[in-house]
């Protein structure tokens, strides 16, 4: 968007809930020197896809590896310099299981520890072929349907909940589509839409309002002062950083986009996540109005586009937005 449509905080509203994105002018939060992050060097991005037939029957891999060999899994794999994020799904899709497919959604983003994150997509077959034992080499021995219900010797069992997260998705989709956006970021960071809602359903949006009023971005994991990628830490920092009052409780629903570039190795390999939180009163106090603001940095808009409205209290009364998980 160009600045001067970004000027209005409810048009950037309409837009991330629409799953789009938006520059990253600024680092409201960061902790110390921030440092750009780089693919496989000082931050390891994983991809992963869950792929459904009619039957809920899912794609598997058996795995090459040494250390797995013989295992089976989710065709999975990191990124590599240069590589969009959806281009490294439908690249690691097709190196080990023959097939080609395309995103459906983003079906969950994950966190284990400093700068690993992943990248979990339900997606769709477009051509290939299934890979045969007479197709084996490094990236795997071969790929095929699995019923979900037959043995079969896993390499782990993370993979179970994904799947059966994809299978509920199929079922009945529990967020409206999510594909990542392609815009440059230089490091990990989340965008912060945090959301207050009163008795009387009235709703603010808390914003920073230097330059011109826009929701707050918070780094994580960009500094030699902070390693972790934790959602949770980054959002608590920026929370206990713009308000004044300790007695309200914070929510983090989950991701409503996210962006990335990786066009410019070391300079975009970051990613911006752009996150819907709720910040509401401790059950021993009630507020009709929001926390005050530690500054004038920072402020609160009140929220009177009722459409925006409806679709924002839909988002949170269903959590229907891609989980964060850790």
Same mark, same amino acid.
């Given at each position: 968007?160009?600045?001067?449509?970004?000027?209005?905080?409810?048009?950037?509203?309409?837009?991330?809930?629409?799953?789009?994105?938006?520059?990253?002018?600024?680092?409201?939060?960061?902790?110390?020197?921030?440092?750009?992050?780089?693919?496989?060097?000082?931050?390891?991005?994983?991809?992963?896809?869950?792929?459904?037939?009619?039957?809920?029957?899912?794609?598997?891999?058996?795995?090459?590896?040494?250390?797995?060999?013989?295992?089976?899994?989710?065709?999975?794999?990191?990124?590599?310099?240069?590589?969009?994020?959806?281009?490294?799904?439908?690249?690691?899709?097709?190196?080990?299981?023959?097939?080609?497919?395309?995103?459906?959604?983003?079906?969950?983003?994950?966190?284990?520890?400093?700068?690993?994150?992943?990248?979990?997509?339900?997606?769709?077959?477009?051509?290939?072929?299934?890979?045969?034992?007479?197709?084996?080499?490094?990236?795997?021995?071969?790929?095929?349907?699995?019923?979900?219900?037959?043995?079969?010797?896993?390499?782990?069992?993370?993979?179970?909940?994904?799947?059966?997260?994809?299978?509920?998705?199929?079922?009945? $989709?529990?967020? @409206? +589509? &999510?594909?990542?956006?392609?815009? #440059?970021?230089?490091?990990? %960071?989340?965008?912060? /839409? =945090?959301?207050?809602?009163?008795?009387?359903?009235?709703?603010?949006?808390?914003?920073?309002?230097?330059?011109? $009023?826009?929701? @707050? +971005? &918070?780094?994580?994991?960009?500094? #030699?002062?902070?390693?972790? %990628?934790?959602?949770? /830490? =980054?959002?608590?920092?920026?929370?206990?950083?713009?308000?004044?009052?300790?007695?309200?409780?914070?929510?983090?629903?989950?991701?409503?986009?996210?962006?990335?570039?990786?066009?410019?190795?070391?300079?975009?390999?970051?990613?911006?996540?752009?996150?819907?939180?709720?910040?509401?009163?401790?059950?021993?106090?009630?507020?009709?109005?929001?926390?005050?603001?530690?500054?004038?940095?920072?402020?609160?808009?009140?929220?009177?586009?009722?459409?925006?409205?409806?679709?924002?209290?839909?988002?949170?009364?269903?959590?229907?937005?891609?989980?964060?998980?850790?």
């Amino acid at each position: 968007m160009e600045t001067r449509d970004m000027e209005s905080v409810e048009n950037q509203l309409e837009v991330l809930l629409k799953g789009g994105g938006m520059e990253v002018q600024e680092l409201d939060s960061p902790l110390g020197e921030v440092v750009p992050v780089t693919v496989r060097k000082t931050v390891c991005y994983i991809v992963a896809a869950v792929i459904l037939n009619e039957q809920k029957e899912v794609v598997m891999m058996q795995e090459a590896k040494q250390e797995c060999y013989g295992k089976w899994y989710l065709p999975a794999g990191r990124m590599e310099k240069n590589e969009t994020i959806v281009e490294a799904m439908k690249r690691e899709v097709q190196e080990e299981t023959g097939l080609e497919c395309e995103p459906y959604t983003l079906l969950s983003v994950e966190e284990r520890g400093p700068r690993w994150i992943r990248f979990v997509f339900m997606a769709q077959i477009t051509g290939g072929n299934l890979k045969n034992p007479s197709d084996s080499n490094a990236e795997s021995l071969q790929a095929r349907w699995w019923d979900r219900v037959s043995p079969l010797p896993l390499r782990a069992r993370d993979i179970l909940n994904l799947i059966s997260l994809a299978v509920k998705h199929k079922e009945k $989709p529990s967020h @409206p +589509v &999510t594909i990542p956006v392609e815009m #440059s970021c230089s490091v990990v %960071c989340h965008r912060v /839409v =945090a959301a207050f809602l009163n008795k009387s359903n009235e709703l603010w949006l808390l914003t920073n309002n230097q330059g011109y $009023p826009h929701f @707050p +971005v &918070t780094a994580c994991g960009s500094s #030699s002062a902070d390693l972790s %990628c934790s959602i949770e /830490v =980054a959002i608590y920092r920026l929370t206990k950083e713009s308000l004044r009052d300790s007695q309200f409780k914070v929510k983090t629903h989950g991701i409503l986009g996210l962006q990335h570039s990786g066009s410019d190795p070391g300079k975009t390999d970051g990613v911006c996540f752009n996150v819907l939180v709720t910040i509401a009163p401790t059950e021993m106090t009630y507020n009709q109005f929001p926390p005050d603001v530690n500054s004038v940095k920072y402020g609160w808009h009140k929220v009177d586009n009722d459409d925006l409205k409806i679709q924002l209290l839909e988002r949170l009364s269903f959590s229907s937005v891609v989980p964060f998980l850790n």
